[in-house]
């Protein structure tokens, strides 16, 4: 009987070569084993987003963004590459501290935590970040920002991309460093940045003492919810790359079940999808699960491989291969400005539903 495997590609062993780019290192792994391929197989996808004008989200979960992963943020951003991230709070809150030159250290992991608290440290596993010189000043400046800004926050519901395009603006005037932020490089470029959560961070916490000194501020998690649905259901094409699992890769993903199965308006949910983590489905840590099983919430359009790719690996490794490959082999696209088409596909969502 002929073999099975008679059509698959011949895997020949290829010799690693000075001076080889980022595309090329992919492509030559691509042609190995194990997430390797995976990797090219991402590569490619995020790629075809691109270039073929998808909508492009990016969820960032864990702490990434602390520990310097936000300049390769800003260069997707810049590329025309992200239209619409969802991050925890958190990220937004350490991204300004590189704006605002706040101590945050490269460390070594091993450390006796009790000596770190006497000594006003504190960690997130190999980042370093000074309590009361980087947190407290952190806090703030959030705080200035609030009452600076509270006639324009103030008397009305927000979403949280109303909140972080504000906070992005201010901080590109009074920060330092406005170039060392995602935040800020977002709201200059019309890119909504929402929050998976309204109350899971030290700005949500913040929120609580500008409330009590006479500055309230009403964060709407149903306007977050409409919002971005509405970007979803207006949108032609639909590509996700999401960093970790968590809440920002619920975010995203649900915005499909909440225009088909909330509003119930004919919705088939996203086109493609990166999903990039360590998390098992075998005890549900894999947020929303496999890309399958995303396919039967109406998450996605098909389970199809060409177009729906996990990578199995830490997305500090990853994310700058894919970044690297994309910025490398495909034209820049100018940025949607999506920030200011909001209410118009807002109406559009309203009036289907």
Not at 119 to 143: P, S
Not at 205 to 224: E, F
Request: hydrophobic share 40%; aromatic share 8%.
């Amino acid at each position: 009987m002929k073999s099975l495997f008679k059509d698959a590609p011949d895997i020949i062993p290829e010799r690693i070569k000075k001076g080889l780019s980022v595309p090329e290192l992919i492509e030559l792994m691509g042609g190995t084993c194990f997430e390797a391929r995976n990797v090219r197989r991402a590569a490619r996808l995020f790629a075809r987003m691109i270039d073929q004008g998808d909508t492009i989200w990016l969820g960032i979960a864990g702490a990434g963004i602390a520990g310097g992963m936000g300049g390769m943020v800003i260069s997707l951003l810049e590329a025309g590459f992200i239209d619409v991230i969802c991050s925890t709070g958190a990220q937004v809150y350490h991204d300004l501290h590189f704006a605002y030159a706040l101590p945050v250290k490269s460390i070594h992991p091993h450390h006796d935590d009790d000596v770190l608290r006497r000594h006003g440290d504190t960690r997130i596993y190999d980042i370093g970040i000074r309590e009361k010189e980087t947190l407290e000043a952190q806090d703030a400046i959030i705080r200035r920002f609030i009452q600076e800004q509270h006639a324009r926050l103030g008397g009305k519901a927000l979403s949280t991309w109303e909140f972080n395009y504000q906070l992005g603006l201010w901080a590109a005037e009074n920060a330092p460093y406005p170039e060392r932020s995602f935040t800020v490089a977002a709201a200059r470029l019309g890119v909504p940045v929402f929050w998976d959560s309204l109350s899971n961070h030290s700005i949500a916490m913040n929120l609580v003492r500008t409330d009590a000194q006479g500055y309230p501020i009403h964060l709407s998690a149903q306007k977050d919810i409409f919002h971005s649905a509405a970007i979803a259901y207006m949108s032609p094409k639909t590509g996700f790359v999401e960093l970790g699992g968590g809440g920002p890769k619920n975010f995203i993903q649900q915005t499909g079940p909440t225009i088909s199965q909330i509003l119930e308006v004919d919705f088939e949910g996203a086109d493609r999808g990166i999903q990039i983590g360590t998390a098992v489905e075998r005890e549900g840590s894999l947020s929303s699960c496999t890309f399958g099983e995303a396919v039967t919430w109406g998450k996605y359009h098909h389970a199809d491989q060409a177009n729906l790719v996990q990578v199995w690996g830490e997305y500090s490794i990853i994310f700058p291969l894919l970044a690297a490959y994309v910025i490398d082999s495909c034209k820049p696209r100018r940025p949607g400005q999506l920030c200011t088409q909001i209410a118009e596909r807002v109406q559009k969502l309203e009036a289907a539903a």
